[in-house]
């Protein structure tokens, strides 16, 4: 058996999958039940990975690959094969903006014609998308992901996300040597909104009911492949509120918190963080604080809006605090986070009087903790083109569920934010049963233990047969 020999290989090419499976210590439990693991990223580097490999012996490999000349062309191509573009918010608000390239970029003006030419012969040759796929997996052989598996012959390969064409590459490979595959979805919008999975593996964990149906209606998947076991990285929202640990933000309290999103997903909603602001520093609600949590996004890479960082800056009092996340400066992991950022955002959360957000799954992240949470579903006092406004997330297939649940608020102008403020400040209890009803269902028991669920689906995986 050769030295490097894992039973657990885990792809992990985004820093919220990396968050996932240390943060909970998701893969120091799967080492302290005997197994060896190694988890694959971008950057063996980075120094959150490289201090948690180093302390609980997991190996740290790390995997890039030289982008093909091709990849520009092949990832428009699929798209337009694959998709029904134009039936799928997600995508087809991608297409949109697309358009508003080419009018000033003559490259994208050819991306846009092409795409409008596949998209009309794919529906006019329906077939044409079955043979595609038959044939797709010529595009993931990759002589670097045979390399890595041979070396680390393992016996299962976990991805985390579906959509990334080397993790894509990796699973491929694993496949053709018959290795068991599995696909752990780190997000709500991944089936629904990314496109489809490049490589279908054997099995699957998903956080619940909502998730598990939609890889049913989208990929035919055998119910039986599926494990439910809920979220890894809300376990700590759940451990916090059930040990009732001292709150560090107490002398803030009491306080409402908006966890902002990336300005692609809302672009003015700075403007909206802006307003509360000023309502608190005018006393609207008597002793009421502010505090405001800029998401990863909103700080760094290419849906970053740094124009906003000064004006986040200029809020800050004694009444409103912004709170940074804590990125690892200088990682080749995409928004990699420092080991701790979890549990201080857990805190905010859960001392808070009432969760605010634009689009993002803090929505759910209140919703484990029951507190009031309000969907500002509006540009500030503008009426933006459909593929740009925040309002364009709500017909996004995971995102209606929970607007259309009832258990969040969803304002569509600053008098209805202000009335539902107001509101849920007087009586948190409203829509506590319906809160309740759409966490089930998206991530199952809220109880804290999908860690636990998580490691007893992998052993099962480990166990059963590939077929």
């Not at 009087?353 to 500002?376: E, F, H, Q, R």
């Not at 593929?387 to 209606?400: A, G, L, N």
Request: aromatic share 10%.
């Amino acid at each position: 058996m050769s030295k490097n020999k894992l039973n657990i290989l885990y792809l992990a090419s985004h820093g919220f999958a990396v968050r996932m499976l240390m943060q909970t210590n998701l893969l120091s439990r799967l080492t302290h039940e005997g197994f060896s693991v190694g988890i694959v990223t971008t950057d063996s580097k980075d120094p959150s990975v490289k201090d948690y490999c180093n302390q609980y012996g997991i190996s740290n490999i790390e995997f890039k690959e030289t982008p093909k000349k091709y990849q520009a062309h092949y990832e428009l191509v699929r798209r337009y094969v694959l998709e029904d573009v134009k039936k799928n918010p997600a995508l087809y608000e991608k297409h949109l903006r697309l358009r508003d390239l080419a009018a000033k970029n003559f490259s994208a003006r050819l991306r846009y014609y092409n795409s409008n030419i596949i998209y009309s012969v794919v529906k006019l040759f329906p077939g044409i998308r079955a043979m595609y796929k038959k044939r797709e997996s010529r595009f993931l052989n990759s002589a670097e992901a045979d390399e890595l598996i041979n070396k680390y012959n393992p016996d299962l390969v976990i991805s985390t996300v579906p959509v990334n064409i080397s993790e894509a590459k990796i699973l491929h490979s694993a496949s053709k040597k018959g290795i068991k595959t599995v696909t752990q979805i780190l997000s709500w919008d991944n089936i629904s909104c990314k496109g489809h999975f490049r490589k279908l593996t054997d099995e699957f964990i998903v956080w619940g009911e909502i998730m598990k149906n939609e890889l049913i209606s989208y990929y035919k998947i055998d119910p039986s492949k599926i494990y439910q076991t809920g979220v890894p990285h809300f376990d700590i929202h759940f451990q916090h509120k059930i040990s009732g640990a001292r709150n560090a933000n107490a002398a803030k309290m009491p306080y409402i918190f908006f966890a902002m999103s990336s300005p692609y997903f809302a672009p003015r909603e700075i403007d909206l963080v802006e307003k509360i602001s000023t309502w608190v520093e005018d006393d609207t609600w008597p002793g009421l604080n502010f505090i405001i949590r800029p998401h990863p996004q909103n700080v760094i890479g290419n849906m970053a809006d740094l124009n906003w960082l000064p004006r986040l800056q200029k809020l800050e009092s004694k009444r409103v605090t912004v709170d940074y996340p804590s990125l690892n400066e200088n990682s080749g992991i995409s928004w990699s986070m420092k080991q701790d950022d979890m549990h201080k955002m857990s805190e905010l959360v859960g001392g808070s009087a009432i969760v605010l957000n634009s689009c993002s799954t803090m929505a759910i992240d209140g919703l484990c903790y029951d507190k009031p949470v309000i969907v500002t579903a509006f540009d500030n006092d503008e009426v933006l083109p459909w593929h740009i406004s925040v309002k364009r997330v709500m017909e996004y297939e995971h995102y209606k569920n929970i607007v259309q649940s009832g258990g969040v608020r969803t304002v569509g102008n600053y008098n209805e934010l202000k009335t539902a403020i107001s509101q849920y400040l007087s009586d948190p209890s409203v829509d506590r049963d319906k809160r309740a009803v759409i966490l089930d269902r998206e991530i199952g028991d809220a109880d804290g233990k999908a860690t636990e669920r998580v490691v007893s689906a992998i052993k099962k995986c480990l166990a059963g047969p590939t077929d």
